[in-house]
């Protein structure tokens, strides 16, 4: 099976991302907890678990929506 090239692209790049935002949340949850007056870790859980809950509702619907639209919306994702 032959994958197109810019799909390993995005691909590759998306896994960056995601991973980079790995390294990221330990520091966000080290600045919440300590600079934040009353932060504290179930903050910090309960914003992350937020976050990704709004994405997962959203991440559906906008993807077929940019599927009818034929790409003219990628902007938006």
Same mark, same amino acid.
């Given at each position: 099976? %032959?994958?197109n090239n *810019?799909?390993k692209?995005?691909?590759?790049?998306d896994?960056?991302i $995601?991973s980079?935002?790995? =390294?990221?949340?330990?520091?966000?949850a080290?600045?919440?907890?300590?600079?934040? %007056?009353?932060?504290? *870790?179930e903050?910090?859980?309960?914003?992350?678990?937020?976050?990704? $809950?709004v994405r997962?509702? =959203?991440?559906?619907?906008?993807?077929?929506?940019?599927?009818?639209?034929?790409?003219r919306?990628?902007? *938006?994702?």
């Amino acid at each position: 099976m %032959k994958i197109n090239n *810019l799909i390993k692209i995005l691909t590759f790049s998306d896994i960056l991302i $995601v991973s980079g935002w790995g =390294f990221v949340n330990p520091i966000f949850a080290v600045f919440v907890t300590q600079q934040v %007056k009353g932060g504290n *870790l179930e903050l910090v859980g309960l914003a992350t678990a937020t976050f990704l $809950v709004v994405r997962s509702v =959203f991440l559906v619907p906008f993807g077929r929506l940019i599927d009818k639209k034929r790409g003219r919306l990628m902007i *938006l994702s």
